[in-house]
């Protein structure tokens, strides 16, 4: 079968379909507004989570808690919850779109884990208000809140992927 | 070579689905002289139908950059139409060809009441659609599509309008997926016309649904068409219906949901609310008979999934079910609805005993039976990898009877020495706390008390 073929069809497998992985360590992570983010479990307390960004281009980065207080492993570098999410960014969507979305030059095949995306930060620490992050989860996870379904729903036979 | 063969006229309106769609890629704020010819050929296919004065309208309005929504509306009318037409000579060949089946045509349904904070929303939902189409395919970026995901958030939380927002859900997430588009080897645009021209059709009206009977009788499911983009799943439950009179017919139980993207295949199920499916998703992982009485059954084949009219019945012999009515040409297998109408809408079931496969001269994977011949469907392969492998020692299998571009088979049961393999066989649709779902909501439920 030609791509000719393939790119005419109706339906097709179009999205990249993102890699199931396990959320324990860090709940989310997503590429998107020009920023890598994520919001990770506390290694120490089960009752804390940090909101982790490193930003496009300049790869400026920072860790905080959801009490709005500094990652304190932020001295000298980025933290192990930045590490960890961007873990968890190659494992979703693969290193060639991590690498995309923070617009960093290198092969996507050197990039096995987050710690070889840290090599190619150039950026430093700088203070952002973290509430962003944290309402884009919640309304990632507002999906699940939605009703169900038991009407016909023909418009779904496109989708065959995801 | 498929036994289906193609119907008649197929590549003339195949031509006429290209000429328009050429636009949408280029964008209709930039057609030139030779895309403007194309509609007007096109408008002239409809001259003296229902359809003829709005599409000499449209393409007149739009020669003269007239970007009225109503010229939109017309574009995407004409186009289902010609779909709506290869849907039927479809239909009507895999039966003269000696595909077994009855089938039953279904009238258009009285239009749904609007409601009028949806109808709002629904109007957002064709200024965007409207946007993307002058734009065109190949130019749509981030700043084309951002604005819209508000509105399409205020749809998603309202169950009247799940059909509409899961459309755009998929689509606004594909076009994301996708960008940079002018980056992509291949655009799909033929697909992304026919999701565009879904959706325009999809936001003027709420769904709306045909007559509907009580049914009640021996229902046997065979199998899933699982469904799904990032942020929805939607699986189909195909099954044959005994009813406790009357001839055998097709019917299909639609159970949808919202859900994340991180969710492998098995949890996906279980965003569906076990109070409600725990039965239908009982019956179909053990195999069982589902004993219904009084079920809403749709014009369009479509049962209405309530469980308190349903009871779980002894084992339920899948494949004998399947051997023995699926092809009978008295079973009844009803149409799509009206507006419905598409070739991606052609799933007629199929049974195939004693099957083959084999790789075409072009590479293509030929299943066969008893001299019947069609393309297994590669994209919709249901358990990944080398379709050849699954196929290796399987006696009998049951799958629908699909076109696009040309005839494919995608697969619902394989069975091998009466072991059947099919999608979604170990779903469970209990959430534990160990599992993705269980861990999102335990995170979010912190994070919402640390916050206040």
Redesign the interface.
């Known amino acids: 079968m030609s791509e000719e073929q393939i790119s005419d069809r109706s339906v097709q497998q179009v999205q990249h379909e993102a890699m199931s992985r396990k959320l324990k360590k860090v709940p989310f992570v997503e590429i998107h507004g020009g920023r890598v983010a994520g919001v990770v479990s506390s290694g120490s307390s089960a009752e804390r989570v940090y909101v982790s960004f490193i930003d496009a281009g300049t790869t400026n980065y920072y860790c905080s808690t959801n009490n709005n207080r500094p990652c304190g492993g932020l001295r000298g570098g980025p933290c192990k919850h930045i590490k960890s999410m961007l873990d968890e960014a190659v494992i979703q969507y693969g290193a060639a779109k991590v690498l995309k979305g923070l617009k960093i030059e290198a092969d996507p095949a050197t990039i096995h884990r987050g710690s070889d995306i840290v090599r190619h930060l150039t950026g430093s620490k700088v203070k952002e208000e973290a509430s962003i992050v944290f309402s884009r989860f919640l309304s990632y996870l507002r999906q699940l809140e939605n009703p169900n379904s038991v009407m016909p729903s023909p418009e779904m036979t496109w989708f065959i992927v995801g | 070579m498929d036994s289906l063969g193609m119907p008649e006229g197929m590549a003339e309106v195949e031509g006429l689905i290209s000429k328009i769609d050429e636009c949408f890629s280029l964008g209709f704020s930039r057609l030139g002289s030779e895309q403007l010819e194309g509609l007007a050929s096109v408008a002239r296919v409809f001259s003296g139908t229902p359809l003829g004065e709005r599409m000499k309208d449209a393409v007149e309005g739009l020669a003269r950059a007239e970007f009225r929504e109503e010229h939109f509306v017309s574009l995407a009318a004409a186009r289902q139409s010609l779909q709506g037409a290869q849907y039927d000579a479809l239909l009507d060949q895999a039966a003269s060809k000696g595909v077994g089946f009855t089938r039953a045509a279904v009238n258009a349904p009285k239009k749904a009441e609007p409601i009028p904070e949806i109808a709002t929303w629904m109007e957002s939902s064709r200024q965007w659609l409207v946007e993307v189409a002058l734009a065109g395919f190949m130019q749509v970026e981030q700043e084309t599509v951002l604005p819209f995901v508000a509105t399409l ?1 205020r749809l ?4 009247e309008a ?3 927002a ?2 755009l859900s ?1 689509v606004v ?2 076009l994301f ?2 960008m940079p588009i002018g980056n992509m ?7 992304w016309s ?2 565009w021209a ?2 325009m059709i ?1 936001a003027l009206d709420l ?1 709306a ?1 045909p007559e509907s009977e009580e049914v009640s009788g021996a229902l046997h499911l065979t199998g899933v068409d699982l ?6 799943m ?1 699986a189909v439950f195909y099954g044959v219906l005994l009813p406790d009179d009357g001839a055998a017919r097709h019917v ?13 295949d098995d ?1 996906l199920w279980q ?3 076990e109070t ?2 725990d039965a239908l998703i009982e019956a179909y992982t053990r195999a069982k008979t589902l004993n219904i009485k009084g079920m809403r059954l ?1 014009g ?1 084949g ?1 049962l ?3 469980s308190s009219r349903a009871k779980i019945a002894a084992k339920s012999d899948v494949m004998s079910v399947a051997a023995q009515h699926i092809n009978a040409p008295d079973t009844v297998l009803c149409d ?2 009206p507006l ?1 109408r598409h ?3 052609v799933a007629v079931p199929v049974y195939m005993g004693e099957c083959e496969v084999k790789t075409s001269d ?3 994977l030929m299943l066969s039976s008893d001299g019947f011949s069609v393309e297994l469907d ?3 392969g249901f358990m990944g990898g080398d379709l050849t492998k699954q196929f290796k020692g399987v006696d009998d299998c049951v799958g629908l009877l ?1 076109y ?2 040309r005839w494919l088979f995608q697969p619902l049961v394989l069975s091998s020495k009466g072991k059947l393999t099919r999608q979604g066989q170990s779903a469970t649709l209990k959430i534990k706390s160990s599992s ?2 269980g ?3 335990e ?2 439920s ?3 008390r ?2 206040s």
């Open positions: 958030e998603q939380q309202r169950e799940a059909r509409l899961m459309l998929g997430h594909e997926d996708c080897v291949h655009v799909p645009i033929r697909r026919d999701l879904r959706a999809s769904p649904y469904r799904r983009h990032s942020h929805a939607s299909r139980l639609t159970a949808s949901g919202y859900k994340v993207d991180v969710l492998d949890e965003v569906l609310d409600v499916f749709l369009s479509d209405i999934w309530d799509a609805m419905d070739p991606v809408q072009d590479g293509a590669a994209e919709r699909r696009d571009g993705s779902i861990i999102l909501k995170r979010a912190m994070l919402l640390k916050k």
